[in-house]
């Protein structure tokens, strides 16, 4: 019987990078195969079932609610690079060939 259900309800996610040993990331991969789940789900779920029982840590999180998880970095394009992208939206169409016919024409 697997100790990870399968998903039962959404959750808001958030992306997290991280390294594992290869010997993790193959039963990790496996383990998902055998519940049919993703990955995510998986890493997920073991973080909610295995630390829900590491009873000093609930009492230490109790005592220490706020946000641990480091702040969010959105990257937004550098204002020159907007700037050139909507200069070169709104110019009109140029094809190949035309920048060669002006030439020509002079």
Known sequence: MPVIKPRTRGK????????????????????????????DYVI???????????????SWRAAHPHSHAPHRVVKTQHSSRVA???RRSSSPAVSPDSSVRALSDR
């Open 12 to 39: 808001h996610l958030v992306e997290h990078r991280t390294r594992l040993d290869r010997d993790n990331h193959e039963t990790l991969y496996a383990y998902a195969a055998f519940v049919e789940e993703e990955p």
């Open 44 to 58: 997920n779920q073991l973080v909610e079932t295995v630390l829900a029982k590491d009873k000093e840590f609930l």
């Open 84 to 86: 050139f992208a909507r």
